[in-house]
């Protein structure tokens, strides 16, 4: 499947004659293909009259409603990862996975850092997604060179979150802790009401210790500069 | 246009609505209310030690969703498991660092189902004393020293 795809995307010839279709197709109606068209653009507009001719669309409109659950299971092989709608501006991952660009766009952006697929994990960039061309699409660009559309960009509302947030009642204060996690465990466990005098005692400790280490540093250094002075004198 | 985090709620909403999970029950009424906190019934699974027992989470979604993680805690009776603190709060790495859009909160319900259906004992965390004091309201804020990734 994936290689129809890239063959399509490939050809820019096919792209550009189809945009210039866009304009002749209703004049299929008629059947009379403009006669100054080039072969390939004669080409695809008659294969373009194969599809449903209008009265049948006609007819098919009641009993597509009976149909929808088909067209529904068709349509979810095209829905984004994402958003759960059918996919726009497509583009597919090498892990073959399809996302609308601007969703994909905004997964990446969110964490720069840390590009992965996100169904199937794999680690995946802006340069290597393949975007998809279907064949009447009104306009064959890239969706990456476009600037990405004017998404309303969250506003930074983390701390409203815990604000708002309901049904629950309060434990202790929500302050203090947030890089204890269980990493920290052992400090914790001295007893949970005098945290932050044993911390800080411990830091007290840590502190003199530093200082001794300062001095005798110091102490080094000079009986060194006296050893290099005698040396020298001597 | 509605807001693309509640334009997607609903399309979840709408899939569990129609094709329900085994074990997974959706409070409608609440939903209904508002979109952006849902509480869901989960059924302990047959043959494992939390059969036969119910619970409930509570998801809060903001609008970041789904690019941002859903906040997930129990209310009401905790069950007892190693991964769960008395406070509700879930120690599952896909609620926060390996969240991705895909997921759901179908998904993250048959995680956690499936987390409770592999526990062979009931027993707390071992250090659920000292985090239920000092913990954020929010567990999202913890920094989450996973225990094992094969949950
Ligand atoms: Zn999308
Ligand atoms: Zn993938």
């Known amino acids: 499947m994936s290689s129809s795809q890239t063959t399509t995307v490939n050809d820019p010839h096919l792209d550009n004659t189809t945009t210039t279709n866009n304009d002749t197709l209703p004049n299929n109606n008629s059947q009379e293909p403009s006669t100054s068209t080039d072969s390939s653009q004669y080409r695809s507009s008659t294969q373009y009259s194969f599809k449903p001719p209008p009265e049948n669309s006609k007819t098919s409109t009641k009993p597509d409603l009976d149909d929808n659950e088909e067209e529904k299971r068709d349509d979810s092989m095209y829905v984004c990862n994402i958003c759960l709608d059918i996919a726009k501006e497509s583009v597919i991952t090498m892990c073959g996975h399809l996302f609308c660009w601007p969703c994909l766009n905004c997964w990446l952006e969110t964490k720069p850092q840390r590009q992965l697929c996100p169904v199937c994990k794999a680690a995946i960039s802006k340069d290597k997604v393949v975007p998809l061309y279907g064949r009447n699409n009104e306009k064959q660009q890239d969706p990456r060179s476009k600037k990405s559309p004017p998404r309303p960009q969250a506003q930074r509302t983390e701390p409203d979150n815990s604000q708002n947030y309901q049904g629950f009642q309060s434990f202790g204060d929500a302050g203090f802790h947030l890089s204890f996690g269980i990493g920290a465990f052992p400090f914790v466990f001295f007893g949970s009401s005098f945290n932050f005098n044993d911390i800080r005692q411990r830091n007290g400790q840590n502190g003199s210790q530093f200082e001794e280490d300062q001095f005798l540093s110091k102490v080094f250094l000079w009986v060194a500069i006296i050893f290099f002075c005698w040396l020298i004198l001597a | ?151």
Not at chain 2, 18 to 47: F, H, L, Q, R, S
């Open chain 2, 1 to 151: 246009m509605s807001c693309p985090a509640e334009r997607r709620l609903r399309k979840e909403l709408l899939e569990l609505l129609t094709n329900p999970m085994p074990g997974i029950y959706i409070d409608e009424e609440k939903v209904a209310k508002n979109i952006n906190e849902w509480i869901v019934t989960i059924e302990g699974a047959e043959k494992t030690i939390y059969e036969g027992e119910t619970f409930q989470l509570q998801f809060s979604f903001n609008e970041k969703y789904p690019f941002d993680s859903p906040t997930v805690l129990f209310i009401g009776k905790i069950p007892v498991h190693s991964h769960i603190y008395s406070n509700g709060h879930i120690c599952l790495s896909i609620l926060t660092d390996d969240w991705t859009p895909a997921l759901s909160v179908g998904a993250v319900c048959l995680s956690i189902r499936s987390m409770l259906s592999s526990a062979t004992k009931k027993e707390r965390p071992p250090d659920d004393m000292i985090y239920t004091r000092t913990c954020s309201k929010n567990p999202k804020k913890t920094k989450w020293f996973f225990h094992d990734d094969t949950v």
